[in-house]
């Protein structure tokens, strides 16, 4: 199983970006998938996930302005931020979890994508 994340880059506060974690395997839409952040010098952090049936979880700090969705067609997971901010300056990493329940604990997770930085300027 791989993960390949792509969608990271420079954006002005307030500005939006739209993550992509691509997946390999067929059990993908059995699959929970997840997205966390670590910012420099701190612990990885849960963003958001979602479950197999479509089920979603945020983190309290982005909900309202994130969204996660996922294309079981094309193994493919998205996350979509609005409204960002500079304190969410971080890598982002998409993750997957062989078994069908969510949860925010990263170390319950089985995959991991390498990923992507996101940079927001104030």
């Known amino acids: 199983v791989q993960l390949q994340a792509s969608g990271g880059g420079l954006v002005q506060a307030g500005g939006s970006l739209r993550l992509s974690c691509a997946a390999s395997?067929?059990?993908?839409?059995?699959?929970?998938m997840a997205w966390f952040r670590q910012a420099p010098g701190k612990e990885r952090e849960f963003v958001a996930y979602?479950?197999?049936?479509?089920?979603?979880d945020y983190a309290d700090s982005v909900k309202g302005r994130f969204t996660i969705s996922r294309d079981n067609g094309k193994n493919t997971c998205y996350l979509q931020m609005n409204s960002l901010k500079p304190e969410e300056t971080a890598v982002y990493y998409c993750?997957?979890?062989?078994?069908?329940?969510?949860?925010?604990?990263?170390?319950?997770?089985?995959?991991w994508g390498q990923g992507t930085q996101v940079t927001v300027s104030s």
């Open positions: 979602i479950k197999w049936n479509g089920v979603t």
């Open positions: 993750a997957r979890r062989a078994e069908p329940f969510g949860t925010r604990v990263a170390s319950m997770y089985n995959y």
């Open positions: 395997g067929r059990t993908f839409s059995n699959s929970v």
